[in-house]
């Protein structure tokens, strides 16, 4: 790259994010992403990003627990400058291991996301949410007996629940939130009435989950949003024929809000290209990528003022989310799991 | 452990090559197993909680019961299939026999969780064998996937073993009046015997090490403990610890078997080897041989493989599927050829009978019965170690960090593979070797010829093919590995098992499709080669003087 046009680059990337305090970007020029997602709407978030300041892009994909544990093995060396995960607890555990640095307000940007998204010390913050739901079967379940999570945990629902393993982070993540809310007894009260109700031993992912609701081998379950926002938008008539037998419940209405886990991204402690990470953590939040969230991912963006061209998430959305902090699901996972053996939830 | 020792016992060693690579195959075999020491030593120095305690208390029992109901499913399964498709290739003439030769070592080249996803999906209440199959899941369902993925081990050093043999014994057999089947279960199978434990350890280790399909077909073994006690509980240490017990658990039952078969020592006492005349089979016969040849295929490979594929029509396919596909190569492909020596290093050091030899191939042969995830941070662990030693040291000479970052290298990516994968090796390389009797180097050396020649002359054309079955192994599984690959991959790099494990993981099982038949594609140019190097062998063998043959019990 010639210095002029880096030169315009450089201007470019702090006029558009308005980054006050740009440094010398020129030693930026890329940015090293170590990330624990792998979807399209990422792909295309880093393409833009690239196409539109200039900054390329480093990318390692790898599962959650491994990423940290490369870049906790590198330690000072390590080349991270942004890490992405997709569930609050995992960079909770990164916090704790001092992988992340406060990035700043980037430009203003982050102000846009709710609190109970972002770290609170600063450390890292959601740009995308998940919610944790019910979807039961239309024609065998009326959507007013399952308001509530722990209406599935009822004896009337012996034998008709479905739900993948414990060893999910998902699950834990769910009863880690119900555990800051409501305390470890009430989790425990839910988690085991939801082991003495399944259908079937846990198998399959979300989606299966959903599957077996549809093909009648269980009448609910709990599973992510998105899998069934996946299902309604597929170009296979079967595939949607499965999500349209299905309704969904955004559960504790009322109720203190629907549990949602976040992917969620920060600043690596010892970033080499510090400049830029801020750049793509900024640019995470930009409406571009929000909208790619939203569209590619069935993900609902941080920020709830973008509007995106999705209408099966445009149907979902404008539910009442937990105000918790989802910090707190990473501090009670362990909680969490140790509840899932003692009750007997596989 | 016991696929190091396949050897058929040896005379006490009179005639040994007089070669001494034992101290370099040491060394190899020592770093090779540097990544479970690691782990080890994390499960001893690590900080103690309650956890295992409380995993004791609740579910430890369960996970125990499931890992044996998986391991033994898996084994018979695979030890059935595989020894009997071994017998038929080897021992009949059907429509097919040299298709099926190395179409029969295919679904090695599927992965197992890929296999798990297809078969999975095709037999759920929704999929469209629901209510006509059971739906495959739980330990029996894990044993199942593993026993119809996995057979390949056993098929291949079966028939490797069972075309070296000599038909003496089964044609006395049959002459003494015993059915053909008698005669295998009493002469055949007891001589193959060893070539089947080696392929069966294979199958239990990848069983007891395996995640992915255990995890999504519901069935918790002691690998779903130790990933609990990781990511649930966020106790490296105490996962390390039951990585330990899964490892001594293997262990013992190697050392069972290896006892077992202490008792039941032989060697080809001649060194002459009357090789079989294949029967050609009745019509009949012939299409049951070729309907238990094809079942395994279909079972492991194709039905699923289909699965996938099917689901592959709808969905758009994933870009940069080609520079994937050139990686896995290169990097299986390097990684084979070195694996292949290194293991031929160690059958070496094996053969020497000095403890350090026997001892450094077992320690770096335990590496496999490791979860794979396990074994890369054992890795990230000594490179972690390493680039710190490197680092201070460079600073007190130059002033500045050690200029190359060890991790996120190719370098770091084969050493991973190396030691995770070199006990593949190892074995075949050793069964090989143990064809070389005493006597023959013995013979070599009163002829004169030096250790060069008599390696080059007399074992290399007696090895080569257990050599190169052993870097085949090693290509597939490099092939197939996923958690070293992803951690310790160069930035933007990606091969096709990735590719296709991240799209499963998301469960998009209609993306993974295509890079999974892709790296069966890939293996294929490589089986078809193995199976040509040994049905060359067994040309060869077959030109022996018609005089040596018993008439009218060879045709």
């Known amino acids: ?346 | 452990m016991a696929i190091s020792s396949l050897a058929i016992p040896r005379r006490k060693a009179s005639g040994r090559t007089g070669l001494h690579p034992v101290w370099l195959a040491a060394f190899a075999g020592l770093l090779c197993a540097a990544p479970l020491l690691a782990v080890a030593w994390l499960a001893v120095s690590g900080p103690w909680s309650d956890y295992l305690a409380h995993v004791a208390q609740t579910r430890l029992a369960e996970f125990l019961v499931n890992t044996a109901i998986v391991g033994l499913t898996a084994s018979a399964l695979a030890g059935v299939i595989g020894t009997g498709t071994a017998w038929l290739v080897t021992r009949y003439v059907f429509a097919g026999r040299s298709l099926f030769q190395w179409m029969l070592a295919l679904p090695l080249a599927m992965p197992a969780y890929a296999a798990a996803y297809g078969w999975y999906d095709l037999t759920q209440g929704a999929g469209p064998l629901g209510g006509i199959l059971p739906t495959l899941h739980g330990p029996l369902g894990a044993g199942a996937i593993f026993g119809f993925v996995f057979y390949p081990y056993v098929y291949l050093l079966a028939r490797e073993s069972f075309s070296a043999q000599s038909a003496d014994a089964y044609d006395a057999a049959r002459t003494l009046g015993c059915s053909p089947l008698a005669a295998f279960a009493r002469t055949a199978l007891p001589l193959v015997r060893p070539a089947v434990a080696a392929g069966l350890a294979l199958v239990v280790m990848e069983a007891l090490a395996d995640y992915g399909t255990v995890s999504h077909l519901g069935a918790p073994t002691l690998t779903v403990a130790l990933m609990r006690a990781w990511a649930g509980e966020g106790s490296i240490p105490d996962a390390a610890r039951l990585a330990m017990l899964l490892v001594t658990i293997t262990f013992l039952i190697f050392m069972a078997e290896r006892a077992l078969r202490r008792r039941a020592r032989q060697t080809s006492a001649s060194g002459h080897v009357r090789a079989f005349r294949r029967q050609p089979l009745a019509p009949l016969a012939s299409a049951v041989a070729i309907l238990a040849c094809l079942t395994p295929v279909l079972l492991g490979l194709v039905i699923p493989a289909a699965r996938l594929g099917w689901r592959a029509a709808f969905t758009p396919a994933a870009t940069g599927l080609m520079d994937a596909a050139v990686n896995s190569v290169a990097l299986a492909g390097v990684s084979g050829l070195i694996a292949a020596g290194i293991g031929l290093g160690l059958a070496y050091a094996i053969r020497t009978r000095k403890l350090a030899g026997r001892a450094s191939a077992r320690i770096a042969s335990m590496g496999y019965g490791v979860p794979g995830a396990v074994a890369a941070l054992g890795v990230l662990i000594i490179f972690g170690t390493v680039q710190g030693w490197l680092d201070s040291s460079w600073r007190s000479l130059a002033g500045s960090p050690f200029p190359l970052a060890l991790t996120g290298s190719v370098l770091a990516l084969i050493f991973a593979y190396q030691a995770r994968f070199v006990a593949a090796a190892i074995g075949p390389s050793d069964s090989a070797l143990s064809r070389v009797t005493p006597s023959l180097d013995a013979a070599g050396r009163t002829l004169g010829a030096g250790p060069l020649t008599l390696m080059r002359r007399v074992h290399w054309p007696l090895v080569s093919s257990g050599v190169a079955l052993a870097g085949l192994l090693v290509f597939v599984e490099v092939l197939k590995e996923l958690p070293a690959t992803m951690i310790l991959r160069p930035f933007n790099m990606n091969t096709l098992a990735v590719t296709a494990h991240n799209y499963a993981a998301d469960e998009r099982l209609g993306e993974a499709a295509l890079p999974a038949v892709l790296l069966v594609l890939i293996a294929l140019p490589a089986m078809v080669w193995i199976a040509r190097r040994i049905t060359a062998t067994e040309r060869a063998r077959d030109s022996v003087p018609p005089s040596d043959a018993i008439p009218g019990m060879a045709e």
Do not use: K
């Open chain 1, 1 to 346: 790259m010639t210095d002029r046009l880096r030169l315009a680059v450089t201007g470019a990337v702090c006029a558009t994010l308005s980054l006050a305090a740009c440094g010398q970007p020129e030693q930026d020029s890329v940015v090293n992403v170590f990330s624990a997602r792998h979807y399209a709407s990422d792909q295309e978030v880093f393409r833009a990003f690239t196409e539109e300041t200039g900054i390329r892009i480093n990318l390692v994909e790898a599962d959650g627990d491994l990423l940290i544990e490369r870049v906790r093995a590198d330690g000072e060396r390590s080349q991270a400058d942004v890490i992405i995960t997709v569930d609050a607890g995992r960079l909770h555990r990164a916090e704790q291991a001092g992988l992340f640095q406060p990035a700043g307000d980037l430009g203003g940007t982050l102000e846009r996301v709710p609190d109970a998204l972002e770290h609170p010390g600063g450390m890292w913050f959601g740009f995308a949410s998940r919610a944790r739901v019910i979807v039961y079967a239309r024609d065998r379940v009326d959507p007013s007996e399952v308001q509530l999570y722990r209406d599935l945990a009822r004896p009337e629902f012996e034998g008709r629940v479905c739900v993948r393993s414990s060893s999910n982070v998902y699950n834990q993540s769910l009863v880690a939130g119900m555990i800051a809310e409501d305390g470890p007894e009430a989790a425990e009260e839910f988690a085991r009435g939801i082991a003495q109700n399944l259908a079937r031993t846990p198998q399959g992912g979300d989606t299966d989950q959903i599957r077996a609701v549809a093909a009648g081998e269980c009448d609910v379950a709990l599973v992510n949003h998105y899998y069934l926002g996946r299902l309604l938008n597929s170009q296979d008539s079967a595939e949607r024929a499965i999500g349209e037998a299905v309704g969904i419940v955004f559960p504790d209405q009322g109720q203190g809000g629907t549990y949602v886990n976040i992917s969620g991204a920060g600043l690596a402690a010892n970033a080499p290209n510090p400049e830029a990470g801020r750049a793509l953590l900024a640019f995470l939040l930009s409406e571009r990528a929000q909208r790619a969230f939203a569209e590619l991912t069935n993900e609902f963006p941080a920020d709830p003022s973008v509007a995106y061209d999705n209408d099966v998430l445009e149907g979902f959305a404008g539910y009442e989310a937990r105000e918790l902090n989802v910090n707190a699901l990473g501090e009670n996972g362990a909680e969490a799991q140790r509840i899932f053996d003692r009750v007997g939830w596989p």
